[in-house]
């Protein structure tokens, strides 16, 4: 009997100290990014992401992002409570809440907003690593055009690798100046690319299939189809039509400033410089520049001149430039879409 009992306090004790060491051992850490599917209706799912990070005092901040919803980019939630593996995240922003617990590596529970109350599973994400050969496949330029409502720009997009072998891009527009705003968020896996333009708080989506990348660009709730294919692009030469008595009076660099009013009644300041010159075959070209958007060499698609009035079309732009000429003064209005400004140029 004493040796039983000896039994029993051993166990007893093992068990204390199995209690002690589950008591002491913490809980999973939710810092990163944990994804999951949230099942809408019988035919419809939208990918949430939740990133958590935790505070100097050891509490969590949250934010809600979906890959496949503009609507939905960094809404932060309010309150995230963390208690014996059960969490609950707020998110007044989107009337929601998400109350979870965390099983076997991930957090089971439900996404609740006012009439309904969806099942919703996070695991932890880890973003999809691109493949050499895939990195190979997109090094170099791309080009292809992007289609308009009223015509077509062309999309420049080149990809390099850095010193840390981390794949780089950018993008431009050559008929828009041809500035390159660089890319961020890469990615292209099994054959689908994405990226973002943060200047332009714009997206790319698209999929390669013989030698060619089909997607679209989106850009302020737009969608614009656009396939790219690769190779250098070689800019078109668009020579205006100008007599030698009309290049000879408009020939050379005219400066001014565009004061705009927008639609939305804000004010907007922007220096604008025309040119007319000669390219190295000696054909009358001209050009656009607008420093202050970084935006150089923006083609001047049809020019006229007579009796003293100048009528410039930018075509890539959807401007046009109405001004009567007076000694080494151009004074008329700019115009682009509805809205219609004075403009005043200067011979340099």
Not at 15 to 31: I, K, T
Not at 51 to 73: E, V
Not at 249 to 273: D, H, I, Y
Request: proline share 6%; hydrophobic share 40%.
């Amino acid at each position: 009997m004493k040796n039983g009992m000896k039994v029993w306090a051993a166990v007893l004790a093992l068990a204390g100290v199995c209690s002690q060491a589950m008591a002491a051992a913490p809980s999973q850490d939710l810092v990163g990014v944990w994804q999951g599917k949230l099942k809408v209706d019988a035919t419809t799912s939208l990918t949430i992401q939740f990133t958590f990070a935790k505070k100097p005092d050891g509490s969590y901040s949250a934010t809600l992002n979906s890959p496949d919803s503009g609507a939905i980019k960094n809404v932060a939630a309010s309150a995230v409570t963390v208690n014996n593996g059960a969490v609950k995240v707020d998110v007044p922003t989107l009337s929601g809440t998400f109350s979870g617990a965390l099983k076997s590596g991930s957090l089971e529970g439900q996404w609740a907003q006012p009439g309904s109350t969806l099942p919703l599973i996070l695991s932890p994400y880890q973003k999809p690593q691109m493949t050499k050969a895939d990195m190979d496949t997109l090094v170099g330029t791309w080009n292809g055009p992007l289609k308009l409502p009223g015509g077509s720009l062309t999309l420049v997009m080149r990809f390099k690798l850095n010193d840390k072998g981390e794949l780089q891009g950018t993008m431009a527009s050559p008929e828009q100046g041809g500035a390159e705003a660089p890319m961020a968020d890469i990615e292209f896996i099994g054959g689908k690319l994405t990226y973002k333009i943060p200047a332009a708080r714009g997206e790319f989506s698209g999929t390669y299939a013989n030698g060619a990348i089909a997607g679209q660009w989106s850009q302020g709730g737009q969608a614009l189809p656009v396939t790219i294919k690769k190779g250098e692009y070689a800019a078109p030469v668009i020579v205006l039509k100008l007599s030698a008595e009309a290049f000879a009076a408009l020939n050379g660099r005219w400066e001014g400033t565009l004061n705009v009013t927008t639609p939305q009644g804000q004010k907007v300041s922007l220096a604008l410089v025309l040119r007319i010159e000669t390219d190295s075959q000696a054909q009358i070209v001209g050009f656009i520049d607008s420093p202050t958007q970084h935006a150089i060499g923006i083609p001047i698609t049809e020019a006229s001149f007579s009796a003293g009035k100048l009528v410039v079309k930018v075509a890539a732009v959807g401007a046009e430039y109405d001004a009567d000429l007076s000694g080494k003064t151009l004074v008329g209005e700019w115009a682009q879409g509805p809205v219609k400004s004075p403009l005043t140029l200067t011979r340099k």
